[in-house]
């Protein structure tokens, strides 16, 4: 899927470290999404923007903080991370909100904090 | 009770067999219902997505919906080993049309 692109797509980090995600789409979508996904558990909703404006935060850890300075762009800032946030973080985006609109993801960011 | 429930498997089926994927569902406000398929170190891939009661055909997959019942289900016909994947069951509610929830997803093994 080349619609929505990932950077990186690994990423090792220490406790006391900052790095971001980055999240592109090339499908002229409006919403854009971050997922979690721990081993054997669901995917996890994050965050939710529409239209570059936040609709959805999840009960998300202020370690996790997103920024869309416009609709085909997600970033997911990182700082003091605990090793349980260890996942896969995806990203996706559709079309609108709605319940008709099904979404498409992203390879995903494979991160490891140490 | 989970709000998306799916066997997580493993499921074994023999090639050329047909394979049934179930979920359940616990909103009866749920609109929309989507599979995904996630290869191994990969993405979900969305294969259908169905909204209205019934089954749903494209080539080899079938999904069907019974909001009576509350469960959504895939058919894979003629199997094939590359059908070997998770698959992610989902679906978005009317009231919360931003959020789609998704269920832990069902292992499938397509043996040759």
């Known amino acids: 899927e080349t619609g929505v692109t990932q950077t990186p797509r690994h990423l090792v980090m220490g406790m006391t470290n900052k790095k971001s995600l980055k999240c592109e789409q090339h499908?002229?979508?409006?919403?854009m999404y971050w997922y979690k996904q721990s081993a054997k558990k669901p995917l996890e909703l994050m965050f939710v923007y529409s239209l570059e404006e936040r609709v959805e935060n999840n009960s998300v850890p202020s370690r996790f903080s997103p920024e869309c300075p416009n609709s085909s762009h997600l970033f997911l800032h990182l700082h003091t991370l605990q090793p349980e946030d260890s996942a896969l973080y995806l990203c996706?985006?559709?079309?609108?909100?709605?319940?008709?609109?099904?979404?498409?993801f992203g390879p995903g960011t494979r991160l490891t904090v140490t | 009770q989970k709000e998306v429930e799916q066997n997580s498997g493993p499921l074994s089926v023999p090639e050329g067999a047909i394979a049934s994927l179930n979920c359940t569902y616990s909103d009866r406000g749920s609109q929309s219902f989507f599979w995904y398929r996630q290869y191994s170190g990969k993405s979900p891939e969305l294969i259908m997505f169905i909204y209205s009661n019934g089954d749903k055909e494209d080539g080899r997959f079938t999904a069907q919906l019974n909001k009576a019942s509350q469960y959504v289900s895939l058919l894979i016909r003629d199997s094939q080993p590359s059908d070997s994947a998770t698959y992610l069951c989902a679906l978005r509610g009317y009231s919360s049309a931003s959020k789609i929830i998704f269920g832990s997803g069902t292992r499938l093994s397509i043996r040759p």
């Open positions: 499908l002229g979508h409006n919403a």
């Open positions: 996706a985006s559709s079309q609108e909100l709605g319940y008709s609109y099904e979404q498409y």
